[in-house]
Protein backbone atom coordinates (compact mmCIF):
# COMPACT_ATOMS: atom_id res chain seq x y z
CA UNK A 1 0.00 0.00 0.00
CA UNK A 2 1.02 3.64 -0.41
CA UNK A 3 0.28 5.64 2.02
CA UNK A 4 0.82 9.94 2.07
CA UNK A 5 1.24 12.29 4.64
CA UNK A 6 1.57 16.25 4.00
CA UNK A 7 -0.66 18.54 2.78
CA UNK A 8 -2.75 20.69 4.00
CA UNK A 9 -2.94 24.57 3.77
CA UNK A 10 -0.59 27.37 2.55
CA UNK A 11 -0.65 31.34 1.78
CA UNK A 12 0.69 31.74 -2.06
CA UNK A 13 4.05 32.27 -2.30
CA UNK A 14 4.24 29.31 0.87
CA UNK A 15 5.52 25.75 1.06
CA UNK A 16 4.28 22.34 1.52
CA UNK A 17 5.62 18.71 1.01
CA UNK A 18 4.42 15.65 0.87
CA UNK A 19 5.73 11.85 1.31
CA UNK A 20 4.52 8.59 0.42
CA UNK A 21 5.31 5.44 2.11
CA UNK A 22 5.67 2.40 -0.09
CA UNK A 23 4.86 -0.97 2.11
CA UNK A 24 3.62 -4.38 1.66
CA UNK A 25 3.85 -4.69 -1.59
CA UNK A 26 5.39 -6.65 -4.57
CA UNK A 27 7.99 -3.94 -5.94
CA UNK A 28 7.09 -4.02 -9.92
CA UNK A 29 6.88 -0.28 -10.23
CA UNK A 30 10.16 1.14 -11.62
CA UNK A 31 8.50 5.09 -10.96
CA UNK A 32 6.96 7.01 -8.77
CA UNK A 33 4.48 9.60 -9.80
CA UNK A 34 2.78 12.07 -8.07
CA UNK A 35 -0.93 13.37 -9.63
CA UNK A 36 -3.29 16.00 -8.66
CA UNK A 37 -7.01 16.44 -9.11
CA UNK A 38 -8.47 19.83 -8.72
CA UNK A 39 -12.64 19.78 -7.58
CA UNK A 40 -14.23 18.73 -10.90
CA UNK A 41 -11.22 18.01 -12.82
CA UNK A 42 -9.61 15.39 -14.22
CA UNK A 43 -6.67 14.00 -12.29
CA UNK A 44 -3.15 14.98 -13.83
CA UNK A 45 0.44 13.76 -13.64
CA UNK A 46 2.07 16.78 -12.22
CA UNK A 47 5.93 15.20 -11.34
CA UNK A 48 7.77 11.28 -11.80
CA UNK A 49 11.19 9.85 -10.88
CA UNK A 50 12.41 6.92 -11.30
CA UNK A 51 12.68 4.72 -8.29
CA UNK A 52 16.80 4.56 -8.77
CA UNK A 53 17.30 8.09 -9.94
CA UNK A 54 18.86 9.21 -13.54
CA UNK A 55 15.40 10.89 -14.73
CA UNK A 56 12.63 13.22 -13.22
CA UNK A 57 9.48 14.49 -14.95
CA UNK A 58 7.51 17.85 -14.24
CA UNK A 59 3.97 19.24 -15.56
CA UNK A 60 4.21 22.49 -16.81
CA UNK A 61 2.56 24.08 -14.54
CA UNK A 62 4.81 23.06 -11.83
CA UNK A 63 8.16 23.20 -13.53
CA UNK A 64 10.95 24.86 -11.46
CA UNK A 65 8.61 25.12 -8.15
CA UNK A 66 7.95 21.38 -7.55
CA UNK A 67 10.74 19.25 -6.68
CA UNK A 68 9.92 15.12 -6.72
CA UNK A 69 12.75 12.94 -5.52
CA UNK A 70 12.56 8.89 -4.40
CA UNK A 71 14.53 7.44 -0.99
CA UNK A 72 15.26 4.15 -1.83
CA UNK A 73 16.68 2.89 1.45
CA UNK A 74 13.21 4.23 2.93
CA UNK A 75 10.80 3.28 0.15
CA UNK A 76 9.46 6.88 -0.11
CA UNK A 77 8.66 9.14 -2.32
CA UNK A 78 8.44 13.06 -1.99
CA UNK A 79 7.25 16.25 -3.37
CA UNK A 80 8.48 19.38 -2.18
CA UNK A 81 5.95 22.16 -3.58
CA UNK A 82 7.48 25.84 -3.00
CA UNK A 83 6.16 28.96 -4.33
CA UNK A 84 2.48 27.45 -4.50
CA UNK A 85 -0.35 29.66 -6.07
CA UNK A 86 -4.13 29.41 -6.02
CA UNK A 87 -4.38 27.56 -8.71
CA UNK A 88 -2.17 24.35 -7.01
CA UNK A 89 -4.85 23.80 -5.23
CA UNK A 90 -6.60 19.93 -5.15
CA UNK A 91 -6.13 16.45 -4.01
CA UNK A 92 -3.01 15.26 -4.53
CA UNK A 93 -2.43 11.14 -5.02
CA UNK A 94 0.86 9.33 -5.13
CA UNK A 95 1.05 6.51 -7.46
CA UNK A 96 3.51 3.27 -7.80
CA UNK A 97 3.74 2.31 -11.42
CA UNK A 98 5.98 1.69 -14.44
CA UNK A 99 7.17 4.36 -16.59
CA UNK A 100 9.75 5.66 -19.17
CA UNK A 101 11.00 9.81 -19.21
CA UNK A 102 13.42 9.70 -21.54
CA UNK A 103 11.01 11.77 -24.10
CA UNK A 104 8.45 13.05 -21.83
CA UNK A 105 6.04 10.74 -19.01
CA UNK A 106 4.92 7.71 -20.53
CA UNK A 107 3.13 5.20 -18.10
CA UNK A 108 2.46 1.34 -19.18
CA UNK A 109 1.06 0.25 -16.09
CA UNK A 110 -0.57 1.46 -12.57
CA UNK A 111 0.18 -0.63 -9.81
CA UNK A 112 -0.96 1.39 -6.66
CA UNK A 113 -2.78 4.62 -5.54
CA UNK A 114 -2.05 6.64 -2.29
CA UNK A 115 -5.45 7.71 -0.43
CA UNK A 116 -4.97 11.10 -0.98
CA UNK A 117 -4.14 14.17 0.32
CA UNK A 118 -5.56 17.76 0.28
CA UNK A 119 -3.23 20.66 -0.57
CA UNK A 120 -5.07 24.00 -0.40
CA UNK A 121 -3.51 27.34 -1.52
CA UNK A 122 -5.47 30.92 -0.12
Known amino acids: QLVESGGGSAQPGGSLGLSCVVS????????MAWFRQPPGQERVAVAA????????WYGSPVKGRFTISHDNAKNTAYLQMNSLQPEDTAMYYC??????????????????WGQGTQVTVS
Open 49 to 56: TYRSGGGT
Open 95 to 112: AAVRCTLSTGLRISNYYA
Open 24 to 31: GYAERHNC
